[in-house]
Every structure is written in C-alpha cells, then in structure tokens.
C-alpha cells in the first residue's frame, strides 16, 4: 500500500480524495492511502506551497 501526507506550508489548497472534498490552510496536514483518484487545486490567486510525503509498505526481512 502507497500512503501520502500532504502539510501546507503557506497558502490555501482543496484536496479532493475521490468523492471527498478537503479545504487546507496553512499548518493544516493531511494523510490518505493512494487508492483513488486525488486532485489538488488553488482556488485563490496566492501561492500555496505544500509538502508531499509518500510510504510504501514493505514486510521487513531479517537481516543476518
């Protein structure tokens, strides 16, 4: 599984996560699963400036 964090640094952006609609100000974090359709918009004329963090889920193999 792909996770995803989204953090707003300045600005203000909507997120939509499938059918749901987010609205992020700055300091405002988001997390989701990368198992539906996302879009990102700014629906102001100020710059918005995020941070994406993306995971992945791998079983850990023992290492000897």
Request: aromatic residues 6%; proline residues 3%.
């Amino acid at each position: 599984n792909l996770h995803q964090q989204l953090w707003v640094q300045e600005g203000s952006i909507e997120v939509t996560v499938g059918n749901v609609t987010y609205r992020l100000a700055k300091d405002d974090c988001l997390a989701m699963q990368l198992d539906e359709p996302i879009t990102f918009r700014n629906r102001t004329r100020k710059a918005a400036r995020y941070i994406v963090v993306l995971a992945s889920e791998h079983p850990r193999t023992s290492r000897r």
